[in-house]
């Protein structure tokens, strides 16, 4: 080989060689519960290597009962939480935390009124008949647009301790529960199929699911939390259109209590109710979120007593990392 070719190869080793060698940016996600279907467009960015063509080394760290990863992430120890819902970016503004709602992996928030069959029980406002099991959480959110909206009553209500028993027991009762996991439970172990109302098909806007970081870490490092929503992203869509199976192994790898029945039950209701690909995520891509519908949620808040005025919900999130289209293509063609 002469001096130049060998020269020439060289260079071209050199010019190559850092992307070979590239490092990966290393990189937590904290869930706001033990895993589950519900997780599972993340778990699929893992299992099957999304993350890492996206340049990352991602950790999912599982929540669950008395676990605050929210803290984690305001003490710089991960890089990005699961949120409940808006209003959790909502309470951020008002408490002058520095975080940010940067994607909405679930379009629709699953939470659902469940009632016994056979009641006459066939529309939302008919649950006005019946006793309510809500949460106290379930009280100060959402029974307050029910009430506002709707016309409910708090006369109607009654403590849900997320146990089903009262509920079972008492025909003239509705219960709350997330549409991908109580109406499995209460299927199998009690062998009724109960009347599902989703909040969301009534008016309850809210978005769920949602990625939150640092303000500082999105204006710090923009390139690697793009990355991260899009390999999330992409992750969904091959989870809820692809080959999931080793997501679920990864998801029963942490929650050996999650069976393949639940898995599947979680995946056919979030695909029925359109949790995660429904609305504006149809054509900005999945994990939309727009500023139409978060001033719409906020004022619906707003009415129902359940935020202040005073709160700008504006700088609760940001749409820089979504609504490119990203994993469009990715869906089952027509």
């Known amino acids: ?119 006459g029980i066939e529309q939302f406002d008919d649950l006005k008949k019946l006793t309510l099991f809500i949460s106290k959480e379930g009280m100060a959110s959402y029974f ?40 499995f439970a209460i299927e199998t172990q009690a062998r009724i199929k109960p009347k599902i109302f989703l909040l969301a098909d009534q008016g309850f806007d ?29 992750g969904w869509a091959h989870y809820l259109y692809g080959d999931n199976k080793a997501a679920n192994d990864r998801i029963r790898k942490d929650n050996p209590e999650m069976s393949d029945a639940a898995i599947a039950y979680s995946i056919a209701k979030m695909k029925e109710f359109g949790i995660v690909d429904s609305g504006d995520a149809k054509s900005l891509g999945i994990g939309a979120m727009t500023d139409a519908r978060m001033k719409s949620f906020f004022e619906r808040m707003l009415r129902a007593g359940v935020v202040k005025a005073s709160v700008d919900y504006r700088k609760s999130y940001s749409l820089q990392f979504v609504n490119k289209g990203v994993g469009n293509d990715l869906r089952p063609k027509q």
């Open 1 to 119: 080989m002469s001096t130049g070719i060998r020269w020439f190869a060289a260079a071209v080793m050199l010019t190559f060689a850092p992307a070979h060698a590239q490092q990966l940016d290393k990189v937590t996600f904290a869930t706001n519960w033990v895993a589950q279907a519900e997780h599972g467009g993340f778990y699929q960015a893992l299992a099957d290597g999304t993350y890492r063509k996206h340049g990352l080394d991602v950790t999912i760290l599982p929540g669950g009962p008395n676990v605050n990863h929210r803290l984690q992430l305001l003490a710089g120890r991960i890089e990005f939480y699961m949120s409940a819902n808006s209003l959790q970016a909502f309470d951020a503004v008002e408490r002058n935390i520095p975080t940010l709602a940067i994607a909405a992996m679930f379009q629709k928030d699953p939470q659902v009124l469940l009632a016994h069959p056979d009641q």
């Open 206 to 234: 809210s978005y769920s699911t949602l990625v939150e970081t640092r303000r500082d870490l999105a204006e710090r490092n923009p390139a690697m939390v793009q990355r991260f929503i899009d390999a999330s992203i992409v």
């Open 144 to 183: 307050q647009w029910m009430k506002r909206d709707h016309g409910f009553s708090e006369n109607q209500l009654k403590p849900y301790t997320f146990n089903p028993q009262p509920f079972l027991a008492d025909r003239r009762s509705a219960m709350q529960g997330y549409v991908t996991s109580e109406p």
